[in-house]
């Protein structure tokens, strides 16, 4: 049988919602460089729980098809078009006060496959932002799990679409 997206995501949203409350942290330091998924998380991705100040990624359906989201919370993830790969993040001061950056050590979800590379970018101020093809991610403040009301929005900010096929076993 299988298990729908939702379910998964919902487990492992509780996951990373235990793992903060044990004293995890979106924060943390990691490379400066995009690596691979299994590089980027400091383990393979074979199910293990993720390690101290983890972001799990996974992909989820939205109304605008799969998308690239954050395990904990739901929460779409977007890219920003005058950003450059591998570049210092620029959206900064109350653009990033808007459109909140991903922090943390990438890992992405056992339940996903055949994703890009996910990675890490240094933002202005030293922290670690995570990236996916080099791009850094962002989502929206205050929109709900598996909303995409910021797709498109100033023709600059993008969800990152993917397919059914990026969840294992789909």
């Not at 904990?72 to 790969?85: C, E, Q, R, W």
């Not at 989502?139 to 799990?145: D, F, M």
């Not at 990152?160 to 789909?170: D, E, R, V, Y």
């Given at each position: ?51 101290k ?18 395990a ?14 591998g ?46 093809d080099?791009?850094?991610?962002y ?7 598996l ?11 993008h ?12």
């Open positions: 049988m299988r298990k729908s997206g939702f379910a998964v995501a919902a487990g492992f949203g509780s996951l990373a919602l235990l793992l903060t409350a044990c004293g995890g942290s979106s924060g943390s330091s990691s490379t400066s460089t995009p690596t691979s998924t299994a590089q980027a998380a400091g383990q393979p991705s074979t199910g293990a729980i993720p390690a100040g983890s972001t799990v990624l996974i992909v989820q359906k939205s109304a605008l098809g799969y998308v690239l989201a954050l904990s919370g739901g929460k779409v993830v977007y890219t920003y078009a005058k950003d450059t790969k570049g210092t993040p620029t959206c900064t001061g109350s653009c990033a006060a808007v459109w909140l950056p991903v922090t943390g050590i990438p890992v992405p979800s056992p339940a996903v496959t055949g994703l890009g590379t996910l990675g890490t970018v240094a933002e202005a101020n030293g922290a670690k932002q995570i990236t996916y080099g791009m850094p991610l989502t929206l403040k205050g929109e709900k799990a909303a995409t009301k910021g797709d498109g929005t100033g023709g600059v900010w969800v990152i679409k993917l397919s059914k096929s990026n969840i294992t076993g789909a």
